[in-house]
């Protein structure tokens, strides 16, 4: 068997940013502020500066900064939280944990975002029902690509409803030549180890041009403290980003944009190669992706098994983002109205992720590339 080709590649990533990286470790262990310390701050204006929003606050994880965007709106028992059943688990999550509902909306058969054309349905159906009260959207930037964020913007604004972008997967992506951050009301980010721009443990950000909104999930993150430690306003969390995660941020963010610039390099050579054997990512319209994920489709699940064992096989690792639509998980089963999302369901059973990261040499594209067209013969 050949030596297996990383799916994601840390090490070498973290040989690139040695110097720096450790030069900003060792700061932080000189003047040991481990919570909130200056690298903190430090990332934080430099993250606004880079998606151009007017605020960022930065949190424990991708998780707790979705979760501090809902608390500050009062999303909470009765409310409906509408976000497409073809994502990640945490999305989903935040709205039960605040006692809300999430209603799930399928999406685009071929860019994988949420489908306006249905959350239109799924609003009207909530507030024909009248059991809930539609209270939000949670826009999902997927794999790297941006949402159809003027059309939620418009639906958004036509019923009223709070407007959150989910760009846990997407952080360096643009739409219309503007930097994915400041499309919503709010956005929610993350920076776990496998994102483009990831931490070496848990973090997180929110961004917002709002004042009141900044001041508010400073608060939230930090127990609901007011201007002194022990002034208490409100309930809130422990969602602190520490100054380890935010030096090892800054090192990386460093290196971020050339990285990003690979990503889409080697994204482009599979459009090429791989086009005319399985179904390639559609590009959104007049926007750019950070690749988080880069996803190819196969004819039905066999297929995709089939395809996943060859490569296994060749030593190129693959994985299934996602294997469950969210509707179908048993965690929120029960919360689903029973509505038919074909989509999502269709896109579960053939969905197959190939290994994109900065440090994939041409060899590996090749190797990777190769493996797919023999399996796919």
Not at 63 to 85: H, N, S, Y
Request: aromatic content about 6%; charged content about 25%; glycine content about 6%.
């Amino acid at each position: 068997m050949k030596q297996p080709i990383p799916f994601l590649d840390l090490k070498a990533q973290q040989a690139r940013i040695a110097a720096d990286l450790r030069r900003r470790l060792d700061t932080v262990l000189e003047h040991c502020q481990f919570i909130l310390g200056p690298e903190v701050r430090e990332l934080e204006a430099e993250l606004a500066k880079f998606c151009g929003a007017k605020h960022c606050v930065s949190v424990s994880s991708g998780t707790d900064a979705l979760q501090i965007a809902m608390m500050a709106e009062d999303i909470g028992r009765g409310d409906a939280v509408f976000l497409p059943a073809f994502t990640y688990t945490a999305t989903a999550e935040v709205p039960l944990v605040l006692g809300a509902t999430p209603v799930f909306v399928d999406v685009d058969p071929r860019t994988f975002q949420i489908d306006p054309a249905h959350l239109l349905q799924r609003i009207e159906k909530v507030r024909a029902e009248g059991k809930l009260k539609p209270r939000a959207i949670v826009g999902v930037d997927l794999f790297g690509q941006p949402a159809d964020w003027p059309a939620l913007v418009d639906i958004a604004r036509r019923y009223d409803l709070f407007l959150l972008d989910d760009l846990a997967q997407s952080f360096g992506g643009s739409l219309h030549g503007k930097m994915l951050g400041t499309q919503a009301d709010a956005t929610a980010t993350s920076f776990f180890p496998s994102k483009p721009l990831g931490a070496y443990g848990d973090g997180g950000a929110l961004f917002t041009e709002s004042d009141d909104r900044a001041d508010l999930y400073r608060s939230l993150r930090t127990h609901g403290e007011g201007k002194t430690r022990y002034e208490v306003l409100r309930t809130g969390m422990n969602g602190r980003l520490d100054s380890m995660q935010a030096a090892v941020l800054l090192a990386k963010l460093a290196v971020f944009p050339e990285e990003l610039l690979a990503r889409e390099r080697i994204a482009r050579a599979y459009d090429q190669r791989l086009g005319n054997a399985v179904v390639t990512p559609k590009r959104v319209d007049n926007s750019t992706s950070a690749w988080a994920i880069y996803a190819i489709l196969l004819p039905n699940e066999a297929a995709r098994d089939r395809t996943q064992a060859a490569l296994k096989a060749d030593g190129v690792p693959t994985a299934i983002y996602y294997p469950r639509p969210l509707h179908r998980q048993p965690a929120y089963s029960g919360q689903h109205d029973g509505s038919a999302l074909p989509v999502s369901e269709d896109l579960a059973g053939r969905i197959l992720a190939l290994p994109i990261h900065p440090d994939l040499t041409d060899q590996d594209v090749d190797r990777v590339c190769e493996a797919v067209l023999a399996a796919a013969s």
